[in-house]
């Protein structure tokens, strides 16, 4: 068990739309979700935190109205990017910890890349 | 700043060798030290993980070493192959929240 789906795997879109990012947690209920951003070759940074119910808790440096986080339900987190411009391009990532298991274990998604033209 | 920091950066290993990747860390609040495995366009994936309290783990052919006083842990993953090609980050937390990661570790394993 423990599985956690990314959709889409890959997306294009024009610079200035907008693009959403679904995280589902599939077998289990994921109180808490973290989404991370990845260069190539580079390490996972992380964005925010979201909790089911509440606002995201972002990192700083990250624009929270530019990536809008909404964790409405204990097994889906949605990562929007408004306004996307080509310094937007990178793999994103995100992972869950469930609710009832060790508060240690992340699931990780498989990664959604998005490339802004 | 890089809480977690890792070497070698990359590393090439003959199949059947062992690959060792090594981590240190300063905050002595983090409680879990775990490792992931990541192949390209793939999201990470855990493989083996320690807590503060013991000094080794290991599970198949990959071992945690962790040193505590020198705030340090390694992986170990024995009788490399091929397939274990992949890229390697160690990451730390404290109490569950937010892993912070090492800056990965591309391994290559030669036949």
């Known amino acids: ?44 940074m992380l964005m925010a935190t979201s909790n089911e119910g509440s606002k995201a808790t972002y990192e700083q440096g990250v624009e929270k109205d530019k990536f809008l986080i909404n964790h409405a339900s204990l097994t889906l987190s949605t990562l929007t990017v408004t306004s996307a411009h080509p310094e937007d391009s990178s793999f994103y990532i995100c992972s869950a910890r469930a609710s009832g298991r060790s508060p240690y274990e992340q699931y990780f998604g498989p990664g959604t890349r998005l490339t802004v033209t | ?17 062992i690959s060792i990747i090594n981590c240190a860390y300063e905050n002595t609040a983090f409680d879990y030290f775990p490792w992931y495995q990541q192949f390209p366009g793939k999201g990470p994936a855990l493989l083996i993980a320690i ?20 705030k340090q842990f390694s992986l170990h993953i024995m009788d490399s192959q091929p397939g274990d090609s992949a890229t390697y980050f160690c990451a730390a937390t404290n109490s569950g929240y937010a892993l912070n990661f090492g800056k990965g570790t591309s391994l290559l394993v030669t036949p």
């Not at chain 2, 890089?2 to 060798?17: E, H």
């Not at chain 2, 807590?51 to 198949?60: F, N, Q, T």
């Open chain 1, 1 to 44: 068990g423990a599985v956690v789906s990314q959709h889409p795997s890959r997306v294009i879109c024009k610079s200035g739309t907008s693009v959403k990012i679904e995280c589902r947690s599939l077998d289990f209920q994921a109180t808490t979700m973290f989404w991370y951003r990845q260069f190539p070759k580079k390490s996972l």
């Open chain 2, 1 to 17: 700043q890089q809480q977690v920091k890792q070497s070698p950066q990359s590393l090439i290993v003959q199949k059947g060798g």
């Open chain 2, 51 to 70: 807590r503060p309290d013991v000094s080794e783990k290991k599970e198949g052919r990959f071992t945690i070493s962790f040193n505590k006083s020198a």
